[in-house]
């Protein structure tokens, strides 16, 4: 009796196993908010650098430069907004006020702002008319707002921060849907500071009181991811060169140097670069990079702006830049800094377009599209769960296995031999990121040959190698959990 009560049991027990794998996966770790799958979503926008410092060739204002310097020539935020539009970028980032404290908005905060200008007679707003630009050409805004201001005499008072936040609140009331809050980690040093002309030091860690800043932006632009070196929601790659590692996880645990707590502008920035497995937030990269040496515009700087496919000095190029980070799972925030007109360059315009160009013809036309699929394994046999998912459009499908099951592969065949170079591989990150090594294997006669090693996929990998010619490829893994693959697609992509 005791043997068939056990059997019994043994039984039921592999029923409720086999029960659980006809069902979606468990998350795995952090998952995204739904505010970062939006941010995720838009893969590249652009920063831009616009302020005092563009009429006096600097890139610190020091606070005490006179208003009406700030005057563009031509300012057309049809001209710059449209650029960036027309070749893919999804969103704009303005430097609303950078550390020399002048506002691109007539703030009722400070006298240190566009207001005080002669240009359009002191009626002008810069905030508005590029965040009108972008809602014309169907584009996310963002602000930029320097914590860190070298013109208010209050600065390294508690009465500054009440002013900051009241420039952080004008900013997210009066100009639309929000979707990314950036926090620069530069903090005190010397400046005008109303006519003081002194040097003043701030503790980073406790003088902006960050909780309560951040929770303006959760009141007031829910949506909204913020940046910082710590987050909340996305953080800082770790360099300025516009790049991560192969090996990048959306997952970060901060540590500060010297095993001090971490903070804005205080972290070990490496770190940055490859996120921390298995520890920390969901709290993926951004790539914050500038198209030319500086990050505002400099005329002396025209004939350095990166270039597609040749580095410009020790600049990665422009299809570098796209590679390292969108494909290696992070955000790419090009800045392209308007010029004393108030537009972009011809050569940065240029240079933009051979960006967009490249990435429309490369990404064009996925071979995947009349390609079969199979797979070492479904997840419960089910339909839903099945190779074939990763090959439809839809972002909420997916090919998965059972849990336990680790390593599987994915192949693809062809009707007839095609040339690639560049496979693209998204994780349903929704559940979680899991992958942590993966290879591409083509089918050259009867074997398999490995044109490609790589490490983690997170929302998308971008895996490039030499141009072969097959009729089959396989794509395998190895993961932390069941792998959750929503998408798999190959490109013959431009050399």
């Given at each position: 009796m005791k043997e068939k009560s056990t059997l019994l049991f043994l039984f039921f027990c592999l029923w409720l196993t086999a029960a659980a794998q006809k069902n979606p996966p468990a998350p795995y770790g952090k998952i995204p908010a739904e505010r970062q799958m939006r941010w995720h979503e838009l893969e590249r926008y652009c920063f831009l650098h616009f302020t005092t410092t563009t009429f006096t060739d600097k890139e610190w204002g020091e606070g005490s430069e006179p208003e009406n310097i700030f005057n563009p020539s031509d300012f057309d935020a049809e001209q710059i907004i449209s650029a960036i539009a027309r070749n893919g970028f999804k969103a704009a980032i303005l430097t609303c006020k950078h550390h020399d404290g002048f506002c691109l908005w007539?703030?009722?905060?400070?006298?240190?702002?566009?207001?005080?200008?002669?240009?359009?007679?002191?009626?002008?707003?810069?905030?508005k008319e590029i965040s009108e630009a972008c809602k014309r050409h169907n584009l996310k805004f963002g602000v930029y707002l320097s914590p860190w201001d070298r013109n208010s005499a209050l600065y390294g008072k508690k009465e500054y921060i009440d002013l900051y936040r009241k420039q952080l609140t004008e900013l997210l009331t009066q100009y639309g849907d929000i979707f990314e809050v950036w926090f620069?980690?530069?903090?005190?040093?010397t400046g005008y500071y109303g006519g003081a002309n002194e040097k003043r030091v701030i503790d980073a860690k406790t003088y902006y009181d960050w909780p309560n800043t951040v929770s303006i932006v959760r009141k007031l632009q829910p949506m909204a991811?913020?940046?910082?070196?710590?987050?909340p929601d996305i953080r800082w790659c770790g360099n300025e060169s516009g790049y991560v590692q192969d090996?990048?996880?959306?997952?970060?645990?901060?540590?500060?140097?010297?095993?001090?707590?971490?903070?804005?502008g205080f972290t070990v920035a490496e770190i940055g670069e490859t996120g921390t497995l298995n520890e920390g937030e969901?709290?993926?990269?951004?790539?914050?990079?500038?198209?030319?040496?500086?990050?505002?515009?400099h005329a002396k700087e025209d004939g350095k702006v990166r270039k597609l496919n040749t580095r410009t000095g020790n600049m990665l190029s422009l299809k570098e830049l796209y590679f390292k980070s969108i494909g290696n799972g992070a955000n790419l925030n090009l800045n392209i800094p308007p010029d004393r007109r108030g537009q972009l360059h011809p050569n940065d315009v240029a240079a933009l377009d051979s960006m967009g160009n490249f990435i429309r013809k490369s990404f064009a036309n996925n071979l995947l599209k009349h390609a079969s699929a199979s797979a070492s394994g479904i997840r419960g046999n089910e339909k839903r769960f099945s190779a074939p998912q990763v090959?439809?459009?839809?972002?909420?499908?997916?090919?998965?296995?059972?849990?336990?099951?680790?390593?599987?592969?994915?192949q693809f065949k062809f009707k007839s031999p095609v040339a690639f170079n560049c496979a693209e591989i998204q994780e349903y990150i929704r559940l979680g990121q899991r992958i942590q090594s993966f290879t591409i294997e083509v089918k050259q006669g009867s074997r398999w040959k490995e044109v490609f090693r790589g490490s983690t996929i997170g929302y998308k990998k971008l895996a490039r190698f030499k141009t072969v010619v097959s009729d089959a490829i396989r794509f395998s893994v190895t993961s932390l959990a069941c792998p959750v693959i929503e998408s798999v697609k190959l490109y013959k992509a431009e050399e």
């Open positions: 007539p703030t009722a905060t400070t006298e240190h702002s566009v207001k005080n200008t002669a240009w359009k007679n002191g009626k002008g707003d810069v905030v620069d980690g530069a903090n005190g040093g991811s913020i940046f910082s070196d710590v987050g090996s990048c996880w959306a997952t970060y645990k901060a540590k500060g140097p010297n095993n001090e707590p971490p903070n804005v969901w709290l993926p990269p951004e790539c914050d990079v500038s198209i030319r040496p500086g990050w505002f515009y090959l439809d459009e839809d972002k909420n499908t997916y090919w998965a296995l059972n849990d336990g099951e680790q390593k599987g592969w994915l």
